[in-house]
């Protein structure tokens, strides 16, 4: 339990307190945060539009127009293993492999203003300080920190829409808050479209912030409100282009005016403090309008009692968190569990203000009539077990992310469902159109009690959107030839199928044509199997196999964040029409050992993004999401007690409740979702289907709180870190003769008990 | 009457004609498009928010980062001496001197693509055309030319938020409308700040153009919708440095693309079209929104007949002309007054959607609950005779510009009335509080019958803005220092002049405290006379004059736009004062008599941007606006006569019924106004007194036909060219003992004769 910070475990390390602990106090946020994780450690309530937390670095995307591969590190803005903090900005990305957002970027500082950064090195320069994990606390909805430059505490809180910052000044008569228009996550130099600020008043300020990148035309409007009057305030324009034209230079711009405009602007404003003097601060976003961010403000953030705020938006966290009680073997299961969770329960982000206005794709503003809206789908990563899990305990928050998706859509001149949607724009990354395995999922489990019928609809004509990356050939052809793009194989398979989503949402409708186009659209993953080599490989449009195929590659050469290896077995919907492919259970078998097992050369790692030896089990690589599914496929093989081995060693090597303890990106908590999932001893091969495949569960006992008012109970006999062989199953008192529990089962209550054992049951 | 287009005279030349021609056909837009008038040829409704004209170049603001002088000759876009034309855009400014707008560039053209504009040198290396004057027709909301390079005819009319284009095109398998979104007048490499295109379907298309400029955060959105489903589109986008971050990369942009975003955006559509087939385009603008820019375009152009709202338009102009109808001397008299008119009802501009929606100072958008609100204030020029003359014969629209104002103050987080009111922004452009005096002649004389408390409290905030341009210094000293700026003795001088409108308002709504401050202030323009050398003369922070003066000089040596000269005359609240302070009547019309008729040297010109020697009368520079108030001040010396022939030889040599008829930037309507006043022989030489000085009508006869419904008749008798002196002035039948009229003399409904003569009347 390296590295887990002090000031947690002062509060909670001591067996008595165990006892009473609530779930939320099994949270460590700070899980993640180093390495691959792209975590972040600061404030946010459940899926919350405001995750209020600390950068260690600006690291710039591109330096001299050249891709710095640095920044990678900071897709979340915070690296633990950095020694500064640069501010506190409000939106943040949770476990994304690229990025966005880190507005309003907040700094305290004391002493001669500073207004440019500084440098890790030389954090005395600018606004940074210097600070140490000794003197960080970090809980669901609650950060703080000593800024140990200017002997700042810094306290942060939200609730959904408000950020509230809480400062601890020393004696100062050059007590300074920076407000930093410029700093960004991701930022490169004409990133910032433009920036607006307007001081109303001493203590309330409001403006926006237009930014192009990820997000294409993005635009974040605030009102930010402080305890105290400043006694003055102003701003440097780093933009050197920046004429004041017309006849702005009647005025001094730089100090006491209080209308801020440009492209890269730096604010600050300025109190005389008593030593141990708390300024406050609150920070409201709406994606509509800063008058809607002053609403924002007064509704959910009213007064100025921090610690009121603090309690209710953990209590908040708790009240989700409770969905699933749980004991575990021991306690770093629990935090593990309980920290999964609140990762499953960050994105996607609300994007609607209290009123039900947002910013729709189309640049105009709307209001969701009858849901709340929702942005940041990581779709390609979070249909796989994201969205399941919230079919089962968030059901209702998952039909408002299906009609988020579906006014996406209508706001679409592409006419196309959300891939990658971030802040009224679609990012485009990754590939399929998953929209449909999350929408599809939704509607066959019940949750979704809109127009099916429009739902599929746009399915539909998503699926078939012929120009968007070699949709059209794939219906020609039956596949996407190699010469058309790098991920040709992968793409097929993923649009295989998600069109047995659609085929399977048809049938729910009695759709038959439908059923019959998107079944026969499903079966296309085989036109990319190689009989002969035993792989799915890149296929040219003449027909034959690419010759130049490498296995092992994941870089471009037909396959995206994962190698043939791992999607070769990436037919969820069918798996026992790949396995008889494929040579029939026991060749297929040993397929799955070897991933399992094989040992891989250096180069691998040299080519391979975010994968590092430690992130992946022999050619398994856990850290992307391709091969999630594939232990499970032993159910499949005959040998489930190969799946319960392997998952049991999965969740115990992938998962640790340290800075550096998740294996790969979380990925908007797909990482987190697989964990919950397989910790619980189920999980959903293929979304869309009412199934879930047994594992072995990692908890001794999970109750699983349902929205319908009953409870599913899973339990253990003989539950150990060494048994992990599943002998036996109990489905209700009925002993199950099947690798499967349908959605059913657990939605109208009951429980199930696996019986555990250290030998593998190989019947 | 060079140069009045061909067209204009075979529809309009013949005496038969003329006996039944409407007001509206006696506009020629084309007046003041040659040289400094600085107005546009193109199509627009009285006060509409859309100026759909075409421009004959897009120089550029700046080149190299070095300002590019020949900018200023198109500041609306149009020279007539030009000979190609490079598009049609949507807004103008009509005879401004600085720029801004040009939005929403539209071309026709056939043949191979091209989307760069081209040069006027070589129009056939690019999107632009030659054309000729004899192949264009200029009518009030109608705009004809034919576009030379590629055979196409291009029509085009307004509704007050639409543009309506009819281009004619041969057979052509590709024909082509351009739309350029970086195109703009006073344009600069970093002006387009984002452009955002979504083309909703074949005939439709919405986005917005946000620029920084005169107006620093500005957006502006549209909806364009085709009469024909275009074939194709696409896009060409310009910015270098715009990398398509994300995953835009998967889709062909430039093609068939219908979501277009960046800074630097050409687009275009494709036809295939018959030999002599109209394709018809409408183009509707809004501050708000695109949603709003449909919305004004549903309301009110919905029908594809160009005629109807041609005429619909044009019957628009005739209503508001009707006005004031008159008899003239001659018919180029005629065509000068209804121009004149023509240009005081272009700006200020709507601004504001048809649900009453605008997007405010503050950037919000904002509902006008009881007003339309207006943009294009500019107000150091139109003060002086735009307002006043809007107080006569359009009191309710004088009203909620009023109302537009005081929302702009109450925007305002400088807390400010317009200065220069531009879109959403105040430009700050030129001297002086002028709402002020706007407010108040407005509120005195009854038309803004809102909370006038609340006008004088924000009149006074204002003028109390001690870190406006000299405004602390100039409560404190009495007057602002040379040191201060460049201005100081204009600025004090307009102060002045703008403070005893505030005591005049204040007087009205018995505040005497108000009124003692502000008749006190007013009284500051005698702290920058210099008795000795008989001038208003930049004053040091010591109190002594400073040595360096040139009289003649306009170049920041203590004025604007204007010399010693002209501004000595400046104290319209108290001509008597100042004739007193300096010397007496006799030596005061020694003044004017030598301003008059001096001989200035050649310097003057090299050094004083718009002024040329056929632009002045002597040292009066009628270009400029300073000294429009001068020749009326013989009425103080006991020469009217003086006054009469003076004004007589302006009206005749400042304004002429061709393209380069004016004798300067007609300054957003301010020259025209001035025009019209002296034409009906009276002008409103303070605005915040009732009275108007009289001068020499250059009109036969005119009815104003008032808002109350009582109309006021100017009579004349033996009116002619040379009998330019009044021999007597009869009002409702008594003759008249003063030299000026009230402004209930006017709307009370009633008549004035002048008795012409050649002879002028000494006594």
Chains 1, 2 share one sequence.
């Not at 700070?30 to 600061?42: A, D, L, R, S």
């Not at 430059?149 to 829409?161: G, L, Q």
């Not at 609809?457 to 793009?485: F, K, L, P, Q, W």
């Not at 009412?690 to 003989?718: I, Q, R």
Request: aromatic share 12%.
């Amino acid at each position: 339990m390296k590295k887990i910070i002090a000031g947690l475990c002062a509060l909670f390390c001591t067996t008595a307190a165990l006892a009473q602990k609530q779930p939320y106090q099994y949270v460590r946020p700070i899980i993640g945060t180093e390495k691959m994780g792209h975590t972040f450690p600061g404030a946010t309530v459940p899926f919350g539009a405001v995750q209020l937390s600390p950068e260690t670095d600006t690291i710039s995307y591109a330096q001299n127009g050249k891709y710095n591969p640095d920044v990678y590190k900071y897709c979340a803005g915070y690296q633990y293993s950095d020694k500064t903090i640069v501010g506190f900005s409000h939106t943040h990305f949770s476990g994304t492999g690229h990025s966005d957002l880190g507005d309003f970027l907040v700094m305290p500082t004391v002493g001669k203003l500073q207004l440019n950064p500084g440098t890790a090195a030389h954090p005395e320069d600018g606004y940074r300080s210097a600070f140490s994990h000794k003197n960080e606390v970090v809980e669901a909805n609650y950060y703080k920190v000593k800024l140990d430059d200017d002997n700042i505490t810094a306290e942060m809180t939200t609730t959904p829409r408000v950020g509230f910052h809480q400062y601890t000044f020393p004696k100062s008569d050059q007590s300074h808050i920076i407000l930093d228009m410029m700093a960004g996550l991701y930022n490169y130099d004409d990133k910032e479209v433009w920036t607006f600020v307007r001081v109303v008043n001493d203590t309330l300020v409001t403006g926006y912030r237009q930014t192009t990148g990820w997000a294409r035309t993005r635009t974040v409007y605030f009102a930010m409100t402080f305890s105290k009057p400043f006694s003055s305030y102003g701003q440097k324009n780093y933009d050197a282009k920046q004429v004041y034209r017309g006849f702005w230079g009647k005025f001094d711009q730089n100090k006491n005016f209080p209308e801020m405009a440009g492209r890269k602007i730096r604010a600050y404003f300025d109190f005389k403090t008593e030593a141990g003097e708390k300024i406050k601060m609150k920070f409201a976003l709406s994606p509509v309008s800063q008058e809607n961010a002053l609403m924002n403000l007064k509704a959910e953030a009213p007064g100025w009692d921090f610690e009121q705020v603090k309690a209710a938006g953990q209590q908040s966290w708790n009240k989700e968190l409770n969905k699933i009680a749980v004991t575990t073997i021991n306690e770093d299961d629990k935090i593990n569990f309980y920290t999964a969770m609140y990762h499953t329960f960050i994105n996607p982000t609300l994007y609607t203000d209290v009123n039900g206005e947002y910013r729709g794709l189309d640049q105009n503003n709307h209001k969701a009539e009858g849901f709340n809206n929702y942005s940041t789908f990581s779709l390609w990563d979070t249909y796989r077990a994201l969205h399941p899990l919230f079919n089962i305990i968030q059901p209702k928050r998952n039909a408002d992310m299906v009609s988020s998706m579906l006014a996406h859509y209508d706001q679409s001149v592409l006419k196309m469902l959300p891939v990658w949607s971030n802040s009224a724009n679609d990012n485009w990354c990754m590939s399929g159109y998953h929209s449909v395995s999350v929408i599809t999922d939704a509607i066959i489990k019940g949750n979704y009690t809109g127009d099916a019928n429009a739902a599929l609809d746009a399915c539909v004509t998503t699926a078939r959107h012929r120009s968007y990356e070699g949709i059209g050939e794939y219906i020609d052809r039956g596949y996407i030839s190699s010469e058309s793009n790098g991920t040709s194989v992968s793409n097929t398979l993923e649009y295989a199928y998600d069109d047995w989503c659609i085929a399977q949402l048809a049938k729910k409708l009695n759709n038959t044509a439908i059923f019959t186009e998107f079944s026969k659209r499903a079966e296309n993953w085989k036109n990319v199997y190689d009989a002969k080599s035993g792989f799915m490989r890149p296929r040219l449009k003449d027909g034959t196999f690419r010759s130049k195929f490498d296995v092992l590659s994941t870089n471009g050469q037909g396959f995206i964040e994962g190698n043939a290896w791992n999607y070769s077995l990436y037919v969820p919907q069918d798996p026992n029409a790949l396995i008889a492919l494929r040579g029939g259970k026991k060749h297929f078998e040993t397929h799955l050992d070897s991933l399992f097992t094989m040992h891989l050369p250096d180069e691998f790692f040299a080519e391979t993004e975010d994968i590092t030896r430690e992130g992946i089990i022999g050619n398994y690589v856990h850290g992307n999401e391709p091969a999630h599914h594939a232990a499970y496929l032993y159910n499949y093989t005959g040998s489930p007690w190969k799946a319960q081995e392997r998952l049991r060693m999965v969740l115990k090597k992938m998962y640790l409740p340290t800075s550096d303890g998740l294996g790969g990106n979380d990925d908007c908590g797909q990482m987190s979702a697989w964990y919950l999932f397989s910790s619980l001893g189920f999980y959903p091969m293929a979304p869309g289907s009412l199934n879930y495949e047994l594992g072995s569960p990692g908890v001794v006992n999970a109750t699983l709180n349902l929205e319908n008012g009953k409870t599913f109970k899973v339990t253990t006999k003989n539950q150990s870190d060494k048994n992990v062989y599943v002998s036996k199953v109990i489905l209700n008192g009925q002993a199950l003769t099947r690798t499967y529990i349908t959605h059913n089962e657990i939605m109208n209550g009951g429980n199930i008990q696996f019986i555990m054992s250290a030998k593998p049951n190989r019947k």
